[in-house]
């Protein structure tokens, strides 16, 4: 039976490198059809806690539970229920897009035929599916990227600056392709720098400054000035 879950805890999370502290005692809860979006300056701990969500970074003391269960304990069960796109894309530029993914889609034990072609429709990658991926621009790589993540309709999705490169169109089908992750039950959490595309996209904020969760909350208008008003306030 495939193991799932229908949330994902930090419980008294820390992280440290070396003498750097990434993360400081962090609990946060994110539940399925949660779009949490992790914002917070350079260094805040971010991307650390994308990985420890992803099982790729482990914490120095605390741990990460899904479904009430350590990530410790599940292993290979868990990662099969995880998607990630993080700032190293993990393409292969010799491949066309069409490659890239059957590529991922045979890992995973799918079957390609089905998935890879409405992938590389929601991706909006249509007329460039066969070309090598070197020749992509940042954003179609990361439309590509995304859709990669996604292929074997993880329970959590994990998304370490989603928007880059991306230009208004492609923030529109990535937004729209959010809501429907959410919509359908999955977890997703988010790093975000663009306050102005997740205002009105998350449901949750999570607010981070030196490794410590200044604000857990759910969305509300306005989250711009409201990072800038917390920011201040240290």
């Known amino acids: 039976m495939t193991f799932d879950f229908d949330r994902v805890e930090l419980a008294e999370v820390s992280r440290h490198f070396g003498r750097r502290r990434a993360l400081a005692r962090v609990s946060l809860t994110a539940r399925a059809g949660d779009i949490v979006g992790v914002i917070g300056p350079n260094g805040a701990g971010k991307s650390t806690?994308?990985?420890?969500?992803?099982?790729?970074?482990s914490p120095s003391s605390g741990e990460a539970r899904y479904g009430g269960q350590s990530g410790r304990d599940l292993g290979g069960a868990l990662r099969r229920r995880i998607g990630l796109v993080a700032h190293e894309l993990l393409l292969y530029p010799e491949l066309?897009?069409?490659?890239?993914l059957r590529f991922f889609a045979e890992l995973y034990g799918l079957d390609a035929r089905r998935v890879v072609d409405a992938a590389i429709d929601r991706a909006g990658l249509r007329e460039r599916a066969d070309d090598p991926v070197a020749g992509f621009s940042r954003g179609m790589r990361q439309r590509l990227a995304l859709e990669r993540a996604l292929l074997h309709a993880p329970r959590l999705a994990l998304f370490d600056e989603p928007f880059t490169g991306l230009d208004d169109q492609a923030v529109g089908l990535v937004t729209a392709r959010l809501r429907l992750l959410a919509a359908s039950g999955t977890i997703v959490v988010m790093a975000t720098h663009d306050l102005?595309?997740?205002?009105?996209?998350v449901t949750r904020v999570a607010l981070f400054r030196g490794g410590k969760l200044?604000?857990?909350?759910?969305?509300?208008?306005?989250l711009r000035s409201r990072y800038r008003?917390?920011?201040?306030?240290g």
Request: hydrophobic share 50%; no cysteine.
């Open 196 to 201: 102005e595309v997740a205002d009105g996209l």
């Open 49 to 57: 806690l994308i990985g420890i969500l992803a099982t790729l970074v």
């Open 214 to 222: 200044l604000l857990d909350e759910p969305a509300g208008a306005g």
């Open 96 to 100: 066309s897009a069409r490659q890239n």
């Open 229 to 233: 008003e917390l920011i201040r306030q």
